[in-house]
């Protein structure tokens, strides 16, 4: 299975920009509860973040990782958004 079979989208914003948009196989990223990981297909789901280190596998081949302050993840129908107070 070619790698843009298992791609999803995904927007990552901050109050002052867009941080990231594009096509992604996994997201990892710290819940209030815990690290969750979010592939394609994945069940209706809207999660509190806490502060911590969130990666990308990019479909395109290759991670991102970078650090984020508290925010909310969304994910439905293939599209995830990741609302963050702050991304360094």
Request: proline share 3%.
């Amino acid at each position: 299975m070619a790698s843009s079979d298992k791609a999803y989208s995904i927007e990552i914003v901050t109050p002052r920009k867009q941080f990231f948009a594009g096509e992604v196989t996994s997201v990892l990223a710290p819940g209030q509860d815990g690290l969750f990981q979010v592939l394609k297909n994945h069940a209706p789901l809207l999660a509190a973040l806490k502060g911590g280190q969130v990666k990308l596998e990019l479909a395109g081949g290759g991670n991102q990782n970078f650090t984020i302050a508290d925010g909310f993840f969304e994910v439905s129908d293939n599209k995830a958004i990741l609302l963050a107070e702050d991304i360094s």
